[in-house]
């Protein structure tokens, strides 16, 4: 090894889902959106004259439309290049004291990356046997708390009962609830803002909104933590938001209809598909996502999951001990979710 090799970081990284390019292909791996943006947002005239400039740093147009669509004000909002851009910064800005943080076992995988990266000691809470979180494992001294509500890639959603006793057992660290699929379903802890200053919802354009590839996530909490976070933005790029996602998130954050309309139909979607999996076998934890967590008790989840992609069909398959049994599953239009359980039930057929 040469001497400047000791140098280097040596990181871990997160592996996102296979993103296959081509046509003819029905993409449940990543949590997206079947649908598109909304009109507004797909008809926006971008003024490219203006990409000469740098953006505004503070991305006020879309802080502000944020802040008033959820009641806050504008010193209670953080935007960033996604949700995994704002928790970065959350990690980076929040979890300092030297204490092991706590997050599930089996949660979002991103979680014990940064940690690694950002050297924050840490310590996964096992889930119990239906997947649950269990608050109690929350209540010892620790550096600092961290879950997503629904969780991923269970689907699973806290009721407001746990979330309370979570924060109620954690009034002197940060507790960060991820929620990236709360549109879903399940309950949100934004109306617990007034009572909790350590609480931190962090959110994310990229699933309800049909926007991942425009980078919008934010986070929202007291005036206290929202200015910690950009003290720590502004020391390391004061440019995350680009100008035009800017202007294509206030876009969709002014049409409300759209919005209710597509989750809507994708809630009506997997509850359909929840009923045809039982019929096939399946079994999965009652699911409040975009994404349904399912294991068949007699076709391993590995083999379901090539057979399917030789078909053109990709879902999320996570080789890892436990989920290793599961294929996580998104919510995609009512036709790829018919083509999908057409598979599964040839698939059946063709192995009993
Ligand atoms: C998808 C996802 C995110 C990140 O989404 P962005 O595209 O970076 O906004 C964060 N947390 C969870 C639990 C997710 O599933």
Partial sequence: ???????????????????PQGTGIIKLNTNENPYPPAPGV????????????????????????????????????????????????????????????????????????????????????????????????????NGGVVFPNPNAPTGIAADMGMIRDILEHNRDV??????????????????????????????????????????????????????????????????????PSIALGVESLRDEAYFRETIEKIVTTREWVKKELSALGFTFPDSRANFIFASHPEIPASELYRAAKEKNIYVRYFDKPVIDRYLRITIGTDDEMKAFIHFLKDEITSRS
Wanted: glycine residues 6%; proline residues 5%.
């Fill in 42 to 141: 797909m008809s926006l005239k971008l003024n490219a004259a203006r990409y000469r400039l740098y953006p505004d740093p503070t991305a006020g147009d879309l802080v502000r439309e944020l802040a008033a669509y959820h009641g806050l004000s504008e010193d209670q909002v953080f935007v960033g290049v996604g949700s995994d851009d704002v928790l970065a910064m959350c990690f980076l800005t929040f979890f300092n004291s030297g204490l092991p943080i706590c997050f599930p076992d089996i949660t979002y995988s991103f979680y014990d990356v940064w940690a690694e990266l950002f050297r924050i000691p840490y310590e996964r809470k096992p889930l119990n046997d239906a997947f649950e979180l269990k608050a109690g494992d929350y209540y010892a001294e």
């Fill in 174 to 243: 940060i507790v960060i609830i991820d929620e990236a699929y709360i549109d879903f379903g399940g309950e949100s802890a934004l109306p617990l803002l007034e009572e909790y200053e350590n609480l931190i919802v962090v959110r994310t354009f990229s699933k309800s909104r049909s926007m991942a590839g425009v980078r919008i996530g934010y986070a929202m909490g007291s005036s206290t933590l929202i200015r910690a976070l950009l003290d720590v933005k502004y020391s390391y790029n004061s440019y995350t938001m680009n100008t």
């Fill in 1 to 19: 090894m040469k001497k400047w090799e000791t140098c280097i970081r040596r990181v871990e990284p997160y592996t996102p889902g296979e993103q």
